[in-house]
């Protein structure tokens, strides 16, 4: 009996859909594996079927994939796994290996914006994607680390912007 792999993914423009036909391939590349594409929610975008939180069950292992918005997964994505609930109360997907892959969409990746990020030293917010801070209760201020960062971002954008106002 062939070990059954399920590629569960939302997409918006293709880029997950395209990830998710060469994760199958992946897949496929391993004897003994029968991958199967499945799309969740939402309207389809193609011949792939869509499944329903129940199907989960038949899978051996599952890789979710999502587009992010604004640095959290797709709310079409969290309403479908919000839907499995009653699978991981009766345990029915215990003992799944399971697998993300997404999309990331409108984020600004930059190395130097990294500057700082991981020094560990002293508590601080942001992200490789931009800047952030940790308020608490209100009372905290940015910490110099946190305020350099998001400097950086506005020089960072600011020169993006710049030159495409320019070749416009």
Not at 41 to 59: C, H, Q, R, Y
Not at 126 to 134: L, Q
């Given at each position: 009996?062939?070990?059954?792999?399920?590629?569960?993914?939302?997409?918006?423009?293709?880029?997950?859909?395209?990830?998710?036909?060469?994760?199958?391939k992946?897949?496929?590349?391993v004897q003994?594996?029968e991958?199967?594409l499945?799309?969740?929610?939402?309207?389809?975008?193609?011949?792939?079927p869509?499944?329903?939180?129940?199907?989960?069950?038949?899978?051996?292992?599952?890789i979710?994939?999502f587009?992010?918005?604004f640095g959290?997964?797709?709310?079409?994505?969290?309403?479908?796994f919000?839907?499995t609930?009653?699978?991981?109360?009766?345990?029915?997907?215990?003992?799944?290996?399971?697998?993300?892959?997404?999309?990331?969409?409108?984020k600004?990746v930059?190395?130097?914006?990294?500057?700082?990020?991981?020094?560990?030293?002293?508590i601080?917010?942001?992200?490789?994607?931009?800047?952030?801070?940790?308020?608490g209760?209100?009372?905290?201020?940015?910490?110099?680390i946190?305020?350099?960062?998001?400097?950086?971002?506005?020089?960072?954008?600011?020169?993006?912007t710049?030159?495409?106002?320019q070749?416009?």
């Amino acid at each position: 009996m062939a070990t059954k792999v399920y590629i569960i993914y939302y997409s918006t423009y293709g880029h997950v859909e395209k990830l998710a036909q060469e994760i199958k391939k992946g897949a496929e590349s391993v004897q003994g594996v029968e991958a199967k594409l499945w799309q969740m929610g939402a309207p389809p975008k193609s011949d792939v079927p869509v499944i329903t939180p129940n199907e989960l069950v038949e899978a051996d292992g599952i890789i979710f994939g999502f587009p992010t918005r604004f640095g959290m997964m797709a709310a079409q994505f969290k309403a479908f796994f919000d839907s499995t609930g009653g699978l991981w109360r009766t345990q029915a997907l215990a003992g799944k290996p399971a697998g993300i892959f997404t999309a990331l969409d409108l984020k600004v990746v930059d190395k130097k914006l990294q500057r700082g990020m991981f020094e560990m030293e002293m508590i601080k917010g942001g992200s490789p994607y931009g800047a952030g801070t940790f308020a608490g209760d209100g009372s905290r201020q940015p910490s110099e680390i946190e305020l350099a960062q998001a400097f950086h971002q506005g020089k960072y954008i600011a020169g993006i912007t710049k030159k495409l106002k320019q070749t416009a």
